[in-house]
């Protein structure tokens, strides 16, 4: 089994900046990507940022430029780093792991941006 637990959320103003974590723990003997999802009220889950086992990432549009999303793999833990924060980030962000070919969420970080 395979625990993924997230720190670092909180409240932020408006162009202040956050650093997520999300540590696994267990059984990890192979992960695959490592991705940031948020999720706003009354909104889907939408992707934000994945780095895959190779190491390249990806980014929704909406965080280009002001997002990072970065990982230590001798801890697997993936971190996002997030700059120029505005109102319309705030959301409950998730990490997601494929770990032995099985997906695992975090148990979510509320991130709250005021203007």
């Known amino acids: 089994q395979v625990q993924l637990v997230e720190s670092g959320g909180g409240l932020v103003q408006a162009g202040g900046s956050l650093k997520l974590s999300c540590a696994a723990s267990g059984s990890t003997f192979r992960i695959n990507h490592m991705a940031w999802y948020h999720q706003a009220p009354g909104k889907q889950r939408e992707l934000v940022a994945i780095?895959?086992?190779?190491?390249?990432?990806n980014y929704v549009d909406s965080v280009k430029g002001r997002f990072t999303v970065s990982r230590d793999t001798t801890k697997n833990t993936v971190y996002l780093q997030m700059n120029s924060l505005k109102p319309e980030d705030t959301a409950v962000y998730y990490c997601?792991?494929?770990?032995?070919?099985?997906?695992?969420w975090g148990q979510g970080t509320q991130v709250t941006v005021s203007s």
């Open positions: 997601n792991m494929m770990v032995n070919l099985v997906n695992y």
């Open positions: 780095i895959s086992s190779g190491g390249s990432t």
